[in-house]
């Protein structure tokens, strides 16, 4: 089923007398802060995150997995998984494919299902982490890493191969995430991993085009549990600062340990216009991928906050390119991502709100509390109206979620697709 405006229309004529009432309110109070309320609204209605391929299905754990039913079992059909979110909310604009979980049979027809639904091709993201049917080297011991040579040709040649397939979607970046590390102690040589990573991802760069980036993708551990080759941002730094400008960093939320202050790596990288792309999720443990803002929504705010400041004072960083990265085993996958997308806005809108000018005032005068006041000030104020204004200017719907359920979204799926459909991923 494909929302048209007329859908639109009619959720949002149910739901607009609360709306207003919450939304005059709430511009009354910023317009009396000084706040400029429209320029907020523009802000927010041009911040586009992109949605992988992946987090269409139902995601697994190595205990199990649970379809979800109607799931998406074809490209064509996550693209129109996501054409839904972006109809809802105006804030998914683009779609981040894996390769080779989501090869395109037919360019063209693949490209203009994107542009029905108003969506462009984000990043493409290389696999090395899992073998491939008929692949000559295995990825057992590594990829770009390998002591194998030819183990390494294999893996330097699928991300060339995936740079090409993503130039044909007109995408204009890769993310490389590597898997590759030991799970036993003494298992490797450091030095001789990090050595061949850093000279495979050199290769790989040196076939990067012109208006091209390279993402490269930090964890500090799992599938190996003892150690990996890019555990981290200093380790991505230094080997996106050998590979050239094109190469940065990117982060992703899950991937960092406990308690990890990821606000300022976000502000070192930016300061030193490095970082390239952002993964959002959420997590208690590990990389548990679970719903943006569902654990940690303050952190979420704090990063937010490092990122408006470096979107206004660092121009040596390139703009950004945000993706969420999570899936999941028991709830509606498009559900979950439209209580993602509304966790991320609302972070922004309430970064968006702290006065930098009084918070560099109070800083500089060392009032602690005040500093603290200021950020609490903003995390407090609830932006929810402002959100739902900015979609609705922009032709999405007031109540994503609500209008999703009435709709009966999933149920067109399910009949379209079946009760049984499995996405391919993960
Ligand atoms: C690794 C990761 C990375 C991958 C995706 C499938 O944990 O977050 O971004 O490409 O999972
Ligand atoms: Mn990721
Ligand atoms: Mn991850």
Redesign the pocket.
């Known amino acids: 089923m494909r929302i048209n405006k007329q859908h639109i229309a009619d959720e949002n004529k149910n739901s607009s007398e609360n709306h207003k009432d919450g939304f005059d309110f709430l511009s009354h109070q910023l317009d009396k802060q000084d706040k400029d309320v429209n320029a907020i609204l523009r802000k927010l209605a041009d911040f586009q995150v992109a949605i992988?391929s992946?987090a269409l299905g139902a995601g697994g754990t190595r205990f199990g997995r649970f379809s979800y039913f109607g799931e998406p079992s074809t490209l064509e059909q996550k693209i129109d998984d996501v054409g839904v979110l972006h109809a809802l909310t105006k804030t998914a604009g683009a779609i981040s494919l894996?390769i080779p979980w989501d090869i395109p049979q037919d360019y063209d027809a693949i490209k203009e299902r994107a542009k029905i639904n108003g969506l462009v091709f984000d990043a493409v993201?290389s696999?090395t982490f899992q073998d491939q049917k008929d692949a000559k080297e295995s990825y057992r011991f590594g990829s770009l890493s390998n002591l194998n040579a030819s183990a390494r040709e294999q893996a330097i040649q699928h991300n060339i191969d995936v740079i090409n397939i993503g130039e044909k979607l007109g995408s204009k970046s890769l993310?490389v995430?590597l898997a590759d590390g030991a799970n036993f102690a003494g298992q490797r040589n450091f030095q001789s991993s990090l050595i061949h990573a850093e000279n495979s991802l050199k290769s790989i760069y040196s076939e990067l085009p012109d208006d091209w980036k390279m993402f490269i993708?930090y964890?500090p551990y799992?599938p190996n549990f003892y150690s990996t080759v890019i555990q981290d941002w200093g380790t991505s730094f230094m080997l996106a600062n050998a590979c050239g400008e094109k190469a940065y960093t990117l982060v992703?939320l899950?991937?960092h340990l406990p308690n990890t202050n990821i606000e300022q790596i976000v502000s070192t990288l930016m300061l030193k216009g490095k970082l390239g792309g952002f993964?959002f999720n959420d997590s208690k443990y590990g990389?548990d991928?679970s719903t943006v803002g569902s654990v940690k929504p303050y952190a979420l705010f704090l990063i937010f906050n490092e990122l408006v400041y470096g979107m206004e004072n660092n121009p040596q960083n390139p703009d950004l390119a945000w993706m969420i990265?999570a899936?999941h085993n028991i709830k509606d996958p498009l559900e979950d991502l439209l209580q993602s997308l509304e966790a991320i806005l609302e972070a922004y809108a309430k970064a968006l709100l702290v006065d930098q000018e009084e918070l560099k005032a109070a800083q500089e005068r060392n009032d602690v509390t005040l500093c603290q006041e200021i950020m609490q000030n903003a995390y407090r104020t609830d932006v929810r109206p402002l959100l739902a204004q900015a979609r609705a200017l922009s032709g999405g719907v007031i109540n994503p979620l609500k209008s999703y359920r009435s709709l009966r979204i999933r149920e067109g799926l399910i009949k379209e697709r079946g009760m049984n459909s499995v996405a391919t991923g993960?």
């Open positions: 992988p992946w894996h993201n696999n993310t995430w993708e964890k799992e992703d899950g991937h993964h990389d991928d990265d899936s993960l």
